[in-house]
């Protein structure tokens, strides 16, 4: 392996060609407070896999893309689940 660091994070969009917008979450504990702290960033991820909103997807550092663009999908660790009747109520049929 190589020294890239790689992040772990769930599809929140994908409708720019092939661009998603990964979400990832971070849980770290206060210095000071000692309280439990949940912060979120999203990343706009070059992806070649097709990866889906709700997908967790394993994304590692590259040479920037594009001016906002420098994270590539490594992987897609879990596929969501989805229904017919998901893609029916999106539709507004």
């Given at each position: 392996?190589?020294?890239?660091?790689?992040?772990?994070?769930?599809?929140?969009?994908?409708?720019?060609?092939?661009?998603?917008?990964?979400?990832?979450?971070?849980?770290?504990?206060?210095?000071?407070?000692?309280?439990?702290?949940?912060?979120?960033?999203?990343?706009?991820?070059?992806?070649?896999?097709?990866?889906?909103?709700?997908?967790?997807?394993?994304?590692?550092?590259?040479?920037?893309?594009?001016r906002t663009k420098?994270?590539?999908?490594?992987?897609?660790?879990?596929?969501?689940e989805r229904s017919?009747?998901?893609?029916?109520?999106?539709?507004?049929?």
């Open positions: 392996m190589n020294n890239r660091r790689r992040l772990v994070g769930t599809v929140v969009s994908n409708k720019m060609a092939k661009t998603v917008v990964v979400e990832v979450e971070r849980v770290f504990r206060h210095p000071l407070y000692r309280k439990v702290v949940r912060t979120a960033k999203t990343f706009k991820v070059h992806d070649e896999l097709g990866a889906t909103p709700g997908d967790k997807v394993r994304i590692v550092e590259s040479k920037p893309i594009s420098y994270w590539v999908v490594e992987e897609i660790l879990r596929v969501e017919q009747d998901d893609t029916v109520e999106e539709l507004g049929v």
